[in-house]
Structures are given as structure tokens and as C-alpha cells.
């Protein structure tokens, strides 16, 4: 019953913008962390952003710094990621996933945590 769904992915031109989501159903997601990570092809997982609960400190890795932002929207039970200015190192399957408190920073140099995994958003960058 605790499950994470993300959504909002799609094909996207470089330099583009793009709003994922992550909406949670049977929790409250308020009342976790909140971390995106991503998988690219031949790549492994890594961490993009994370947001303490009850609208806590966010994380980036300098890879995403300045151009995604994570976010919550307590009234509608879900967790954005904005990508600005998305380029070709981008492309990835996108999955939100719960944070235990001591492990969010883990986020900030690319690392990541996850408790629940979402079957993840596919994010292309092409022209």
C-alpha cells in the first residue's frame, strides 16, 4: 500500500525544461525524505536531488546544482523535480524513492539512499 508513482517524463530538446513528479499513495510523503535518482544507459544509479521532510534542506550534486530544483506539494501529496537547461549527460530513467532523515545528504555529492522505489519517469534529450 506505501507506493511512489512518477510521471511527467517525455522527450525534451536541449537546453529544455522539464517537471517531474513523484505522487505518493498510502503515506503521507510530508512526513519523509524524498530523493530522485536517475539511471542512464550503461550507467549505474545516481543520486540528483533530495528533500528533507516537512519541507527540509534540499541537496544537489554539482552535476544538477542551479539547474534542478526538487519541491513539495503537501496538499497534493507529491514531490517536483524542475529541470532547466536539460543537456545531453541527462537522459535517464528518473525514480523517486523515501529518504531515511540520516541519509539525505548523502545526495549532495551524487550518492543515494532509498527505502520505496516508483518504477521511474523515461527522460530523453534530443534534438
Known amino acids: 500500500q506505501l507506493q511512489v508513482v512518477e510521471s511527467g517524463g517525455g522527450l525534451v530538446q536541449p537546453g529544455g525544461s522539464l517537471r517531474v513528479s513523484c505522487t505518493g499513495s498510502g503515506f503521507s510523503l510530508a512526513s519523509y525524505g524524498i530523493g530522485w535518482c536517475r539511471q542512464a544507459s550503461g550507467k549505474g544509479y545516481e543520486g540528483v536531488s533530495c528533500?528533507?521532510?516537512?519541507?527540509?534542506?534540499?541537496y544537489y550534486p554539482s552535476s544538477v546544482k542551479g539547474r534542478f530544483t526538487i519541491s513539495r506539494d503537501n496538499s497534493k501529496n507529491t514531490v517536483y523535480l524542475q529541470m532547466n537547461n536539460l543537456k545531453p549527460e541527462d537522459p535517464a530513467v528518473y525514480y523517486c524513492?523515501?529518504?531515511?532523515?540520516?541519509?539525505?545528504?548523502?545526495?549532495?555529492?551524487?550518492?543515494?539512499?532509498?527505502?520505496?522505489w516508483g518504477q521511474g519517469t523515461q527522460v530523453t534529450v534530443s534534438s
Open positions: 524513492t523515501r529518504v531515511s532523515p540520516v541519509f539525505t545528504y548523502y545526495y549532495a555529492d551524487g550518492r543515494y539512499a532509498n527505502d520505496e
Open positions: 528533500i528533507g521532510a516537512s519541507e527540509g534542506s534540499t
